[in-house]
């Protein structure tokens, strides 16, 4: 294991990723000899990296040179880029670690477009619901943006996405190519009645959050990601808070899949009065400890969280971490349990491998990894809830600010 991370920090074979910049896509023709030499480049790359950096020198109990040199040959034969990134990453999954994957070069551009608030968008949010008894995962329409396409297709909350030009939703969204195409979307709603609309994606700023006050006073603060322009937006909003001040925030990070740890320190700063530790990383250089940043503005008020099954990595370090302290409620359904953190590296043909690169344990020692956390008050949300447009998720979290509130 020593042995790995000093070879690690001598050179590493990919470069970095620059989070700031948009990737060059390189995208030979499928089937040519061009095609099949950048597999090759990319795959070997990618094995070499992973080798040098990933966090757990065992890999899991797998032999993960000889698998990955084993697969090889099935992977770089692939004569699109559609069919290697599925091959690449099937080797990659071998790990079973949810952090380490290898992103599309069309996938990356469309993840750093929106990052970098020049996506495209339909202009919709979905709410996505599993079955705890089949597992069957279905996607139903959470909110529509005013503007956006699905808007002015007359799109309503609570449709359930049937498919999308034929496919499933889960299936069409991996494919990154949105910009300049129509695209049929097939619905239906809470009567069953079919609904079938023509939607082209278009270029929307980037919707940082979302700041909403309920009618008892609450302030609900949705956020999707954790970055420098989010903490921005949160301290903006918790600075307003001092001269309008409502009886609780609930912070609402269903969905949200995670960020920058420095980003994360930030946030979660911004709800305690003076640095604290939020957790541990560990690599094979030793441990140290990740303590946040108190924030431009401190929320010393009631506050709840409401988490969904999809919230990830950092969020769940903030859910933990407000859990762990004290300092307010966590309301819904356990997280992701994907708490490992991952570096970026910049793929020859525009694509990004990301890699686990070393533990995290909470300030008092619990793995998040594959656990998740757990909510304090547990609501989980019903076909029936999310065809009629109620949300219990958020109204407990709502009521449990309140009763924080009243006890203060």
């Known amino acids: 294991m020593a042995t790995v991370i000093g ?19 390189v995208s030979p023709p499928d089937g040519s000899p061009e095609r099949l030499a950048m597999n090759a480049r990319v795959y070997d790359a990618v094995m070499r990296t992973v080798e040098l950096t990933f966090y757990d020198g065992t890999f899991n109990g797998v032999d993960f040179r000889a698998e990955a040199a084993a697969r090889r040959a099935n992977a770089v034969a692939k004569p699109d880029e559609a069919g290697f990134y599925e091959a690449l990453n099937g080797t990659l999954n071998l790990l079973e670690d949810g952090h380490t994957r290898a992103v599309r070069p069309t996938d990356n551009l469309l993840n750093k477009r929106w990052r970098l608030q020049t996506s495209p968008t339909f202009g919709f949010a979905e ?21 956006g396409a699905a808007h002015d297709a007359g799109v309503r909350p609570g449709w359930r996405i049937l498919s999308v030009d034929g496919r499933s939703w889960e299936a069409w969204e991996g494919r990154g190519d949105r910009d300049g195409k129509a695209y049929e979307f097939r619905f239906d709603d809470a009567a069953g009645r079919l609904h079938t609309r023509t939607l082209e994606a278009r270029l929307m700023p980037r919707e940082l959050g979302t700041a909403t006050r309920t009618a008892d006073g609450v302030l609900v603060l949705r956020f999707m990601s954790f970055d420098a322009p989010t903490a921005d937006w949160l301290e903006n909003r918790l600075a307003e808070t001092q001269t309008d001040r409502p009886r609780a925030v609930v912070l609402d990070i269903r969905g949200n899949g995670g960020g920058e740890t420095r980003a994360g320190a930030r946030i979660i700063g911004s709800f305690f009065s003076e640095p604290i530790v939020s957790g541990y990383v560990r690599t094979i250089l030793g441990k140290h400890p990740d303590k946040t940043h108190p924030g431009r503005v401190t929320w010393d008020g009631p506050l709840t969280i409401v988490q969904s099954s999809l919230s990830a990595s950092m969020s769940e370090v903030l859910s933990a971490t407000i859990q762990e302290q004290g300092r307010g409620r966590v309301v819904g ?15 020859p043909d525009g694509g990004q491998l990301l890699v686990g690169e070393s533990e995290f344990r909470t300030a008092r020692g619990a793995v998040l990894e594959g656990r998740g956390v757990v909510p304090d008050i547990v609501v989980v949300p019903t076909y029936d809830d999310l065809r009629h447009g109620r949300d219990p998720m958020l109204d407990a979290a709502v009521r449990a600010a309140l009763d924080i509130s009243a006890t203060r």
């Open 127 to 147: 709410n996505v619901v599993r079955s705890r008894s089949t597992g069957e995962v279905q996607t139903f329409i959470g909110r529509v943006r005013e503007g």
């Open 7 to 25: 070879l690690a920090g001598a050179c590493h074979p990919l470069p970095y990723e620059n989070p700031d910049s948009l990737p060059v896509v």
């Open 333 to 347: 359904q356990t997280s992701a349990g994907r708490v490992v953190d991952t570096v970026a590296f910049a793929l």
